[in-house]
């Protein structure tokens, strides 16, 4: 069936020209709209692309996958689907639900199917879904950073079939680019902002401490109840345990914290101490988990608590 589409899909020569050039001043505006954009308003611009780019290429669905924290999957971030058209729920997995699609793409193909008839044998769950949904056309865009690939960029349609000719399927690919700057970008800026945010936490804190450097050396004696605690000491500071120091007021217990910290692998961190004891049940939440802006009286902030701030 041929589909109704606009010129630059169809390559219908009596228009062509006026749509290319249409297109390429579509792609410059997008572009432009996120040269001087904050951080927290890209992935809402994001959004305002994939419905633009959707509409003007009579495309009846765009979607923004981006690979998930651990690295090794797939997951959509942003799409957009004309009325009627089904949405892609927000739990899909690439590497799971289309795993030969996955592989594809983590590998840096681009994947351009005019029909399912196009899929290979080897892809068999790719095969089962578009026989169980409306499936037609569809590219998918490997988008990356630094040659690492950091996500894709995809279209698709389920009532007609598509030709991807080069000239589209290369300004997709620019197109693809473009995501992939700003994607970049908004990591790195959202990455610099919880820095910034956790180092002036621990600046916070840190203020309100008196900080001694205590340290192994520290802790003088000779009597074999000291040494075989400092032998202890030393077994369990480059260890990734908890540690419980038991003894009565006045024996040195935070002296003994602080040089199993000094020996530890955090040793490059700042080590946090607070006394339980002498919050009011009121304030021990709030000092130890952090509460967020209007959680109550007072909380005109958001602030961090000394579990998050110590990591």
């Given at each position: 069936?041929e589909?109704?589409?606009?010129?630059?899909?169809?390559?219908?020569?009596?228009?062509?020209?006026?749509?290319?050039?249409e297109?390429?001043?579509?792609?410059s505006?997008?572009?432009?709209?996120?040269?001087?954009?904050?951080?927290?308003?890209?992935d809402?611009?994001?959004?305002?692309?994939?419905?633009?780019?959707?509409?003007?290429?009579?495309?009846e669905?765009?979607?923004?996958?981006?690979?998930?924290?651990s690295?090794?999957?797939?997951?959509?971030?942003?799409?957009?689907?004309?009325?009627?058209?089904?949405r892609t729920?927000?739990s899909?997995?690439?590497?799971?639900?289309?795993?030969?699609?996955?592989?594809?793409?983590?590998?840096?193909?681009?994947?351009?199917?005019?029909?399912?008839?196009?899929?290979?044998?080897?892809?068999?769950?790719e095969r089962?879904?578009?026989?169980?949904?409306?499936?037609?056309?569809s590219?998918?865009?490997?988008?990356?950073?630094?040659?690492?690939?950091?996500?894709a960029?995809?279209?698709?349609?389920e009532?007609?079939?598509?030709?991807w000719y080069?000239?589209?399927?290369?300004?997709?690919?620019?197109?693809?680019?473009?995501?992939?700057?700003?994607?970049?970008?908004?990591?790195?800026?959202?990455?610099?902002?919880?820095?910034q945010?956790?180092?002036?936490?621990?600046?916070?804190i840190?203020?309100?401490?008196?900080?001694?450097?205590?340290?192994?050396?520290n802790?003088i004696?000779?009597?074999?109840?000291?040494?075989?605690v400092?032998?202890?000491?030393?077994?369990?500071?480059?260890?990734?345990?908890?540690?419980?120091?038991?003894g009565?007021?006045?024996?040195?217990?935070?002296?003994?914290?602080?040089?199993?910290?000094?020996?530890?692998k955090?040793?490059?961190?700042?080590?946090?101490?607070?006394?339980?004891?002498?919050?009011?049940?009121?304030?021990?939440?709030?000092e130890?988990?952090?509460?967020e802006?209007?959680?109550?009286?007072?909380?005109?902030k958001?602030?961090?608590?000394?579990?998050?701030?110590?990591?």
């Amino acid at each position: 069936m041929e589909p109704q589409q606009n010129n630059i899909v169809n390559n219908n020569p009596s228009k062509y020209l006026e749509e290319i050039l249409e297109f390429e001043k579509m792609i410059s505006e997008l572009s432009s709209k996120f040269i001087n954009l904050p951080w927290s308003q890209i992935d809402e611009e994001i959004d305002n692309t994939l419905k633009t780019l959707v509409e003007f290429l009579k495309f009846e669905r765009g979607t923004l996958l981006e690979v998930s924290n651990s690295g090794d999957d797939l997951i959509v971030t942003h799409q957009f689907a004309q009325p009627g058209i089904r949405r892609t729920n927000g739990s899909y997995s690439s590497r799971e639900s289309v795993p030969w699609f996955h592989e594809q793409l983590m590998s840096g193909k681009t994947l351009i199917l005019t029909h399912p008839d196009d899929l290979p044998p080897e892809a068999v769950k790719e095969r089962e879904l578009s026989s169980k949904v409306n499936f037609k056309s569809s590219i998918t865009i490997p988008i990356s950073a630094s040659g690492k690939i950091i996500g894709a960029l995809g279209f698709n349609t389920e009532t007609f079939d598509i030709k991807w000719y080069d000239d589209l399927v290369n300004r997709l690919k620019f197109i693809g680019d473009i995501f992939a700057t700003i994607i970049t970008r908004r990591n790195n800026e959202e990455r610099l902002q919880q820095l910034q945010e956790k180092l002036k936490a621990e600046n916070i804190i840190l203020k309100n401490e008196i900080t001694q450097d205590y340290t192994f050396d520290n802790i003088i004696g000779k009597s074999d109840t000291l040494n075989y605690v400092l032998y202890r000491v030393q077994q369990v500071a480059p260890t990734n345990t908890t540690v419980l120091i038991e003894g009565e007021t006045g024996v040195g217990k935070q002296l003994f914290a602080y040089a199993i910290h000094s020996l530890s692998k955090r040793n490059d961190h700042p080590m946090f101490k607070i006394n339980c004891a002498a919050l009011s049940p009121t304030l021990i939440e709030s000092e130890l988990f952090g509460h967020e802006k209007g959680a109550f009286t007072g909380a005109d902030k958001i602030v961090k608590g000394r579990f998050e701030v110590a990591d």
